[in-house]
């Protein structure tokens, strides 16, 4: 099937960009002294690659992703930035654009699939509606596309599955016909937030391997959200480390996850290896994550931090935050304790006092 899109030209081919995110700040507008939940962060994603975005709960993943479908809570919009999807800028698109993106373009999965779909209609019709909007075809038409689609996700006897309503679908299966609502209009870009959460391991494992063959067949992109790390190793090709609503650290995946620079992201990877100490706790972050609103200036990690007084770097990181500079020439970090490769840094973002 043909690609949907608002202005009708042709996707970009694997490796061409995708989804250019610049600048972007969220913020509630009618509390101008609230610092903003996002905070003027950059991220591209390439057609047929996952990036995966990872951090703690309160961190600005969710917003991230909400932001690129504008469908922000009530009380925040985007203020600064930009947001490109295949060259045209999401936040100067009118709602009639927006409409031909949403499930045409862009899809989005959650993580409660029983949550989103809606108890009150038949499973069949939830997944025929991206393909009736966006599609224009007879419901004839779309209740056969919907039995493919629904065989494809490994729901077996699609025929008697499609009439049932969620709350008769386990919560593997109800996250299957997610994903087949997701992909029924062919997008070019599917964002996944925390797409396995509410499942048991050995569903999650499932659900993981169709998304994975479901995205090489079809050549799509992925914005992966996640905190489990083991995922991200599987799924993505590159990650960007979040917290407090700013990129930390980003690059490659095996290349972060083997040799991460930023003491937050070195801190997440020693939490994922579930490993006790003498006394059989284990190991945990100081503190508590911090939302931007709380730091008045320096570094956001400061204090959880522990390399800042072993490098003898505390006065710098107390009074000036870092920008987010290259490494290594394939990734990049938000700490001064990390040196930087000056020819291939941020050039363009501002230290902020």
């Avoid at 038409?141 to 490994?154: H, S, Y």
């Amino acid at each position: 099937m043909e690609k949907s899109t608002s202005a009708a030209k042709a996707s970009p081919h694997p490796g061409e960009p995708l989804l250019e995110i610049s600048n972007l700040r969220v913020s509630v507008p009618d509390a101008p002294n609230v610092k903003p939940i996002i905070d003027g962060i950059s991220l591209h994603i390439n057609a047929g690659e996952v990036v995966a975005l990872v951090g703690e709960s309160g961190s600005g993943k969710s917003m991230t992703a909400l932001s690129l479908m504008q469908l922000l809570p009530t009380g925040l919009t985007t203020t600064a930035g930009t947001i490109k999807f295949d060259g045209e800028d999401i936040l100067t698109m009118s709602q009639r654009q927006l409409n031909h993106l949403r499930g045409g373009r862009i899809a989005m999965l959650f993580q409660q699939p029983q949550a989103m779909l809606d108890p009150t209609s038949r499973v069949g019709t939830q997944v025929a509606e991206p393909i009736r909007v966006h599609r224009h075809v007879d419901r004839t038409t779309a209740r056969a596309r919907v039995l493919e689609l629904l065989g494809e996700v490994g729901i077996p006897d699609p025929g008697a599955r499609v009439d049932c309503f969620s709350y008769e679908l386990s919560g593997g299966m109800a996250q299957r016909v997610m994903i087949a609502a997701a992909l029924s209009a062919n997008p070019d870009l599917l964002i996944a937030d925390e797409p396995t959460t509410a499942l048991d391991v050995t569903v999650q494992a499932q659900i993981l391997k169709l998304l994975d063959d479901e995205r090489r067949k079809r050549k799509l992109a992925v914005l992966l959200i996640t905190h489990d790390l083991s995922i991200v190793s599987a799924l993505a090709d590159r990650v960007a480390v979040m917290y407090a609503g700013r990129i930390v650290e980003e690059g490659p995946t095996q290349q972060i996850l083997k040799s991460p620079q930023h003491p937050y992201t070195k801190a997440l990877i020693q939490c994922s290896l579930l490993k006790a100490d003498s006394e059989g706790n284990l190991f945990s972050i100081p503190g508590g994550a911090a939302q931007a609103r709380d730091l008045e200036k320096g570094c956001r990690f400061l204090p959880r931090c522990g390399t800042a007084a072993a490098g003898n770097l505390h006065e710098q990181c107390t009074h000036l935050e870092p920008a987010l500079d290259s490494y290594n020439d394939c990734c990049k970090a938000r700490c001064w304790a990390v040196k930087p490769n000056r020819a291939h840094s941020d050039v363009h973002e501002e230290r902020r006092p």
